[in-house]
């Protein structure tokens, strides 16, 4: 019984967690000065994390990690199933690569 209680304890933990992270990755979009390309038109950084939070906001159910955010909700669109792009200092590529790279620098140890 003591397990258990424990191990429900940890649960919001967790989410929190992840909640967190995802959070931080989309502020580093917001300031990124990056420009973002969904479906043939491109966005601002800070217009792309809104829509970003949007998207979580409404999809918070299917992401329980900042990967499973990634790779369900921030790398194509949900209408046409096309790709989301992200251009830096001229270079596009995939958002999911975008995100990746992100991440692996917040998690990185300073």
């Not at 038109?41 to 990690?65: F, I, Q, T």
């Not at 369900?72 to 995100?99: H, Q």
Request: a negative charge.
């Amino acid at each position: 019984m003591v397990l258990v209680s424990l191990l429900c304890l940890s649960l919001p933990t967790r989410a929190d967690d992840s909640s967190t992270e995802i959070e931080a990755l989309l502020s580093q979009v917001a300031q990124s000065g990056c420009e973002f390309q969904r479906n043939g038109s491109v966005h601002s950084a800070e217009d792309a994390a809104d829509h970003l939070r949007l998207k979580y906001r409404r999809g918070k159910r299917h992401v329980n990690s900042t990967e499973q955010l990634i790779d369900r909700l921030a790398s194509e669109s949900s209408w046409t199933g096309k790709a989301y792009s992200v251009i830096c200092d001229g270079v596009e590529r995939p958002s999911r690569d975008w995100l990746y790279e992100a991440l692996a620098s917040l998690r990185a140890p300073e």
